[in-house]
Nanobody, 117 residues
Framework: QVQLVESGGGLVQAGGSLRLSCAASGNILSLNAMGWYRQAPGKQRELVAIISIDDRTNYQEAVKDRFTIARGNAKNTVYLQMNSLKPEDTAVYYC???????????WGQGTQVIVSS
């Protein structure tokens, strides 16, 4: 069983910052592509940021200059530092991991981020 545990969501005022954390465990490799997606009410789930196994990063244009994704020191951990938050960043944020051996994606339960005006 593969588990992805997220933390760090909450309520913040516009212009503030949050740091999301994700730790994955189970029958997976020690190094995987990981990232964050988000889903706002009535919207499709969309990519926020990903980091590949060779540490290349990819960001949604709307967050590129404000968010930073990075690996933690522990295996299969990832962080999303979110600065200069805007109300349009309000969404449920989901941690994601790609398992190349299983050829499937794993998802966390999601953590709510609410940015007030």
């Amino acid at each position: 069983q593969v588990q992805l545990v997220e933390s760090g969501g909450g309520l913040v005022q516009a212009g503030g910052s949050l740091r999301l954390s994700c730790a994955a465990s189970g029958n997976i490799l020690s190094l995987n592509a990981m990232g964050w997606y988000r889903q706002a009410p009535g919207k499709q789930r969309e990519l926020v940021a990903i980091i590949s196994i060779d540490d290349r990063t990819n960001y949604q244009e709307a967050v590129k200059d404000r968010f930073t994704i990075a690996r933690g020191n522990a295996k299969n951990t990832v962080y999303l530092q979110m600065n200069s938050l805007k109300p349009e960043d309000t969404a449920v944020y989901y941690c994601w991991l790609n398992g190349p051996l299983e050829r499937r994606d794993y998802w966390g339960q999601g953590t709510q981020v609410i940015v007030s005006s």
